[in-house]
């Protein structure tokens, strides 16, 4: 892969309109920061902010900002001999990145790379972060195929799970982030299961066992602050939950998990000589 030139954060007023009705001859990618209104190898779409359009070329098109000001991130670019965009790939249609950020971050260090790296190391480093771009952008693909989602709440579900994860002692629940969204709670239960593949509440709970079982691994915390830690109310509750999931009680898993670190330790110290 070869980078020709590109731009981050590039921002023209509206009425904003390019246009090439011959194309160029080389790849064009743009991740939308607002909305436009594209014309692609003859056929109209809308791409919504946080989309992202990959252009083949010699492919006609052209674009007209809708807000005030039309923003994205861009980028021209050569494939060279053997090398092929995924089929998976959408091509001339506007298609939803739920990490649009992480994109943006790589087509950013690659016009770093352009602009600034030693010509040893150029071709290498470009080539390893055009992979992961064009990986992020299969997924992304992939993800709208399987699960059927429109890019809407994608990005905000992730984070959103992201924070959850890493918040457990704060008691995440259903209404707070149904709020947080602005629609109802069986709205926020749909577009959740649709996104993971696994009801809010299902997930919840794993993450809070998986936790628990490292803090038991982990630490001498008592069975009250890891109850705590984990987002539960009481230790009878956070007993029972445990138990259905794992098949056994939180100090038993504990002083099963200390007993074969003991043995495997020793092990390691038997005389073999």
């Known amino acids: 892969m070869e980078a020709l030139k590109g731009g981050i954060g590039t921002r ?46 010699k492919t006609p098109y052209s674009y007209t900002g809708i807000d005030d000001v039309y923003s994205d991130d861009w980028l021209h670019f050569h494939l060279e001999a053997g090398e092929s965009i995924p089929e998976e790939v959408i091509l001339n249609k506007p298609f939803p990145i739920s990490d649009f950020e992480t994109c943006s971050s790589l087509i950013h260090q690659i016009l770093w790379e352009l602009y600034y790296t030693d010509d040893r190391f150029l071709a290498d480093n470009i080539r390893a972060l055009f992979s992961v771009l064009i990986n992020h952008l299969s997924a992304a693909c ?34 707070r982030y149904a709020k947080e969204l602005g629609i109802s709670e069986s ?17 919840l709970i794993h993450m809070r066992i998986n936790y628990a079982q490292f803090l038991l691994q982990t630490t001498d915390f008592s069975m009250e602050k890891i109850a705590e830690e984990c987002g539960y109310s009481n230790e009878v509750h956070f007993f029972r939950q445990f138990k259905r999931q794992t098949g056994i009680t939180p100090a038993r898993y504990r002083k099963s998990f200390h007993a074969v670190t003991i043995f495997e330790k020793t092990d390691v110290h038997v005389d073999r000589s």
């Not at 743009?30 to 070329?57: C, D, Q």
């Not at 926020?188 to 509440?201: E, W």
């Open 187 to 203: 709205h926020f239960r749909h577009i959740y299961s649709t996104q993971f593949g696994i009801s809010f509440q299902n997930d």
């Open 142 to 175: 992939l993800e709208q195929e399987h699960t059927g989602t429109d890019g809407l709440y994608s990005e905000i579900l992730r984070d959103m799970r992201f924070r959850m994860k890493h918040s457990l002692s704060e008691s995440p629940s259903i209404q």
């Open 12 to 57: 023209h007023p509206v009425p904003y309109t390019l246009t090439r009705p011959n194309g160029l001859p080389n790849y064009v990618l743009l991740m939308l920061r607002s909305r436009g209104k594209f014309t692609l190898n003859g056929k109209e779409y809308i791409g919504e902010r946080h989309y992202a359009v990959l252009i083949p070329p």
